[in-house]
């Protein structure tokens, strides 16, 4: 079927970064763009796109105007600035998977996400129930929304199954946060997705 041949097309392209180090969540990036990092983009912010004047200007409008819209124009700009940022927000969430949805990667997001919401759990009957949907749903070789992890990672995690926890897919997720974060952030925020949104929130505070 279509969709199975472009997600294992997708997950052979993306297999490529998954060895690279990993950038722990919440650390401070190097001194350079989130777009530039492999230098064959156009960098958003050294178009001094927008200067803080507008965006503080905008901020006050809404405030005015009661405007209750999500996101807003620093929102949106925000992403561009954090990946982490954009993963903590759920407008952030829904537009980075739109993205991933039409790269038929979206199921990198869905992992991430349920690995977040594992570490929560604290009571072992329903840790074990969910990490074992976890397993099939996305670890398995046999499943259809399989992510892209490496042999080394593949093996702990069936290590724990015997006796699992809130963490044991903590390394994975860590792992398909990096391939997130170096593969797919970069295209999305040069994408018709985010631009058009960024565009649509420029216009409604012009607008305000």
């Given amino acids: 079927m279509p969709r199975s041949v472009s997600g294992v097309e997708m997950r052979k392209r993306q297999a490529a970064h998954i060895e690279a180090p990993a950038p722990a969540p919440g650390q401070p990036r190097p001194n350079t763009c989130c777009l530039c990092w492999c230098g064959c983009c156009k960098c958003l912010w050294n178009e001094d796109r927008m200067e803080r004047s507008e965006r503080q200007t905008c901020k006050m409008d809404s405030i005015e105007a009661g405007d209750e819209q999500h996101p807003t124009l620093d929102e949106v700009l925000s992403w561009a600035r954090s990946f982490e940022l954009m993963l903590r927000s759920l407008e952030g969430r829904e537009v980075f998977r739109e993205f991933l949805r039409s790269e038929y990667s979206e199921d990198n997001l869905l992992f991430w996400l349920a690995c977040d919401e594992l570490k929560t759990e604290t009571n072992p009957a329903v840790v074990e129930e969910k990490a074992r949907i976890i397993y099939e749903d996305y670890v398995s070789i046999l499943s259809p929304k399989e992510v892209s992890l490496d042999s080394r990672v593949r093996e702990g995690i069936n290590q724990s199954l015997a006796e699992p926890s809130n963490l044991m897919y ?39």
């Fill in 170 to 208: 903590e390394e994975a997720q860590l792992q398909i946060y990096t391939l997130m974060h170096r593969d797919s952030y970069p295209r999305f925020l040069n994408s018709s997705v985010y631009r058009d949104l960024l565009a649509s929130r420029r216009r409604t505070c012009l607008d305000t």
